[in-house]
């Protein structure tokens, strides 16, 4: 399931970097939109089929600690965007809320969720990083925080980062 997780992620990842640095009008957004959304609808697993890949790839104990190097994995990280449009009303703000698992025996140092917001027009609205301190290996942290922002956001991306020494 982590493995799924961490390769969604990285999908993301990768989509949300790309949209950054490229200039699209609504609809060829909403087109790669939409090639992204059908690709994740076509690679979900049922539970008896993730069961039955878990159940024939059985590791040793050897090979489960012999991941030691910290890596950090979201695990039901949500982001839900509120936007604000009048001088009365409290400031924008992107609401984040899960768990950041590290998957390595070595503890994962300067922990921080980049939290990046994005107009329509692709101007960054926000910047920003939340500070998540240490996580040892193979345990989580959870987070539930706002982050404001002025504007009016469209798309996002919320991306673990570490360090491997303190």
Avoid: Q
Avoid at 24 to 52: A, I, M
Avoid at 105 to 124: G, P, R
């Amino acid at each position: 399931m982590a493995y799924y997780t961490m390769t969604i992620n990285d999908k993301d990842t990768k989509y949300k970097t790309y949209a950054s640095t490229r200039s699209h009008t609504d609809s060829e957004f909403d087109s790669l939109n939409t090639e992204y959304d059908g690709y994740v609808s076509s690679h979900t697993r049922s539970n008896s089929e993730y069961n039955n890949y878990v159940g024939s790839h059985h590791y040793t104990d050897d090979e489960y600690n012999a991941l030691t190097v910290a890596s950090l994995t979201t695990i039901g990280l949500s982001a839900t965007n509120f936007n604000h449009y009048w001088t009365w009303d409290p400031p924008s703000h992107l609401t984040i809320n899960g768990c950041i698992f590290n998957m390595g025996t070595n503890t994962a140092y300067n922990c921080e969720l980049h939290v990046k917001v994005w107009s329509s027009t692709d101007a960054l609205l926000l910047d920003t990083t939340v500070d998540l301190g240490s996580i040892s290996g193979r345990s989580y942290v959870s987070k539930s925080t706002e982050t404001p922002y002025t504007g009016s956001g469209s798309y996002w991306s919320v991306i673990p980062e570490w360090t491997t020494t303190p």
